[in-house]
């Protein structure tokens, strides 16, 4: 089921308490002025992709926020065998099921990489308890992929046998938010916070959920269950505890 459709923007309201219409005909004169629903979260408005520049006086602020990174296991080796078309339909299949479960959470689609694809929770809708909702919406993009999976096995027998599921790694931490780049601006988040949570996604097993300690402590016992173990994950000197949701 697709998330319910905010009537305003709920990021400027919680931000500015500024009552941006998204949908229906009160939305029309917003549009005129390119006011129109995020391409990153529906449920947001391009003024939210703006404000830092327009409002804020900044290019970069520090958020608290959840960084999600998802990746769809065992791509790589299908395009090898794969006609383009069904590898196009794998693609689609698997962004269209992360987002929805990603805004369904009032998260924010951030990238798409390749086969992966990155959130950031907590911001600009404000959550208290993001690090809960990250996790909650990783659950739903496996939940949601591996549905999708038995319909394209059942429609495509050349993916019979083959490895395909999604690994996913989360961390909760300070970020800085805003645009990147001067020749290619990048609106985005970077930090510690990313790279841990990119980490974590690479060191998880297919139809794994990885997230840090901060994480466990955040959404607490009864929703991340596995215990802790320490990995040594790429590019980061110290044994990172991770535990599995």
């Known amino acids: 089921m697709a998330p319910a459709q905010a009537l305003i923007c709920k990021g400027c309201w919680q931000q500015m308490r500024i009552p941006v219409p998204l949908h229906g005909p009160a939305s029309l004169p917003f549009r005129i002025f390119g006011i129109r629903p995020s391409r990153m979260n529906p449920n947001t408005c391009t003024v ?3 404000m830092f520049t327009r409002i804020m006086k900044a290019r970069k602020i520090p958020v608290d926020v959840s960084i999600l990174f998802a990746d769809l296991r065992g ?3 299908l395009s090898q065998t794969l006609p383009p078309d069904a590898l196009s339909s794998l693609l689609d299949a698997f962004y269209d099921e992360c987002a929805e479960a990603i805004w369904e959470y009032d998260g924010l689609l951030n990238k798409t990489i390749g086969d992966s694809v990155m959130a950031i929770f907590g911001f600009p809708i404000q959550q208290p308890n993001h690090a ?3 996790v909650r919406a990783a659950r739903e993009i496996q939940r949601r992929c591996e549905a999708r999976r038995r ?3 059942a429609e495509n027998r050349g993916l019979e046998g083959r490895e395909l599921g999604v690994g996913i790694g989360i961390d909760s931490g300070t970020a800085s938010f805003g645009e990147f780049g001067r020749a290619h601006r990048d609106l985005t ?3 510690p916070v990313v790279n841990t949570a990119a980490r974590a996604q690479a060191a998880a097993e297919t139809d794994e959920i990885l997230v840090t300690r901060a994480v466990y402590e955040r959404a607490g016992r009864d929703l991340v269950r596995g215990e802790g173990r320490d990995y040594q994950l790429k590019g980061i000197e110290a044994p ?4 599995a949701a």
Do not use: D, R, S
């Open 48 to 50: 939210c992709e703006l």
């Open 75 to 77: 791509y790589t080796a």
């Open 132 to 134: 809960e909702q990250a």
């Open 151 to 153: 319909t394209l096995l």
């Open 189 to 191: 988040a970077i930090g």
């Open 240 to 243: 990172v505890q991770l535990y």
